[in-house]
């Protein structure tokens, strides 16, 4: 298993886990390209993973991190964390990275191991809300 730069050789592998992993809701993804942090985790040059970073539109911090997601068969090796420890070994020093997710998202616990910070929490009313995570060097 290897961790690559995300080019576009891999869209068509990403796009197909992507669907698998996320629901329609997410079509998003489709409407922004990625910045050249972006990995891919990849397996005999079939994609098992992925993280998406796209420029940041929140206040100054720089980096978002829009989808990460790694297919079933592979989850709980690590290697999210190594995707994510990829993108924090590349981004320049003192850069920041973000992500937002919902309240009862199953990742919590994995950005929390990886020093990300939750900074702040939006309620939608009776729903679980949304959370900001983030990190710095
Ligand atoms: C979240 C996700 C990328 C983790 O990938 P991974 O390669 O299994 O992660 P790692 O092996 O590096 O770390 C495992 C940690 O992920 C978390 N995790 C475990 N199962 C999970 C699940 N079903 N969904 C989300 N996170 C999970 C746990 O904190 C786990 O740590 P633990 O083993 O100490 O309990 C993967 O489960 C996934 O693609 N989930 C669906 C998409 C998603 O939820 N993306 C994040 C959106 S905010």
Known sequence: MQVLPYNEIHMAGVKEIFTSIFDDSETQ???FQPTPFSQVLVDSGIVKGFILIRNSTYVNFL???AYLGVSEECRNQGYA???INTVKELIPMYDSLWLRCCGDSLAI???EKNGFRNIKFVS???ESGALTFFWSS
């Open 124 to 126: 939608y009313g009776n």
């Open 109 to 111: 616990p994995l950005y």
């Open 63 to 65: 980096h978002e991190i």
């Open 81 to 83: 964390t190594k995707l």
């Open 29 to 31: 993804y489709v409407d």
